[in-house]
Nanobody, 124 residues
Framework: QVHLVESGGGLVQPGGSLRLSCAAS????????MGWFRQAPGTEREFVAA????????LYAESVKGRFTISRDNAKNMVYLQINSLKSEDTAVYYC?????????????????WGKGTLVTVSS
């Protein structure tokens, strides 16, 4: 089992920044590809960013490319999502997820473990 806990969400004005964190516990963190997903009210959960086990490979949704940065610290069992230039359409619950797979994983159905999410609200 892997337990994931997200933090860092909140209310931010358009153009602002946030750093989301995800703390992992349980099985060996470096064995898992990690990802961030988000879900806005009335929509399906969607892929945001993914990072491989080593951190050497990353992938982003087109809608966030250039504004979001995913990173991980395997020594601290942490994964992060730096969010810049926030837009109102970024408002959503952001979820951290882990997949016991190599490479980067961007499909919700392939993720093995999920956190409970942290809410990001972008509003003036």
């Amino acid at each position: 089992q892997v337990h994931l806990v997200e933090s860092g969400g909140g209310l931010v004005q358009p153009g602002g920044s946030l750093r989301l964190s995800c703390a992992a516990s349980g099985r060996t963190f470096s064995n898992f590809a990690m990802g961030w997903f988000r879900q806005a009210p009335g929509t399906e959960r969607e892929f945001v960013a993914a990072i491989s086990r080593s951190g050497l490979s990353t992938l982003y949704a087109e809608s966030v490319k250039g504004r979001f940065t995913i990173s991980r610290d395997n020594a601290k069992n942490m994964v992060y999502l730096q969010i810049n230039s926030l837009k109102s359409e970024d408002t959503a619950v952001y979820y951290c997820a882990a997949a016991d797979r190599s490479g980067v994983v961007i499909t919700t159905s392939l993720m093995d473990y999920w956190g409970k999410g942290t809410l990001v609200t972008v509003s003036s």
